[in-house]
Nanobody, 113 residues
Framework: QVQLVESGGGLVQAGGSHGLSCVASGSLLTINIMGWYRQPPGKQRELVAA?????ITDYADSVKGRFTISRDKTTVYLQMNSLKPEDTAVYYC?????????WGQGTQVTVSS
């Protein structure tokens, strides 16, 4: 079982920057993928960015060039720059290893115009 605790949500002005972090604890398999998903109001949850334990990254087209995902063994970070109102969402941390999938509780990011 893996537990994920997110931090860093808040209110940000459009054009600004903000960072999120997520700490994983529990039985962490060495080979894994950690990532961030988001769910805007009234919409489905979508992938924002993911990073493997080997450092390979993947980004949604909508955030490429603005967001950067990074990690160490147990913590994943999301640096968000040039934020837009459409980035407003609940952001969820995700951990995947084999058949093991865990989610954080979610943290709200609101970008004001």
């Amino acid at each position: 079982q893996v537990q994920l605790v997110e931090s860093g949500g808040g209110l940000v002005q459009a054009g600004g920057s903000h960072g999120l972090s997520c700490v994983a604890s529990g039985s962490l398999l060495t080979i894994n993928i950690m990532g961030w998903y988001r769910q805007p109001p009234g919409k489905q949850r979508e992938l924002v960015a993911a990073i493997t334990s080997g450092g390979i990254t993947d980004y949604a087209d909508s955030v490429k060039g603005r967001f950067t995902i990074s990690r160490d063994k147990t913590t994943v970070y999301l640096q968000m720059n040039s934020l837009k109102p459409e980035d407003t969402a609940v952001y969820y941390c995700n951990f995947r290893a084999g058949l093991q999938i865990s989610w954080g509780q979610g943290t709200q990011v609101t970008v004001s115009s």
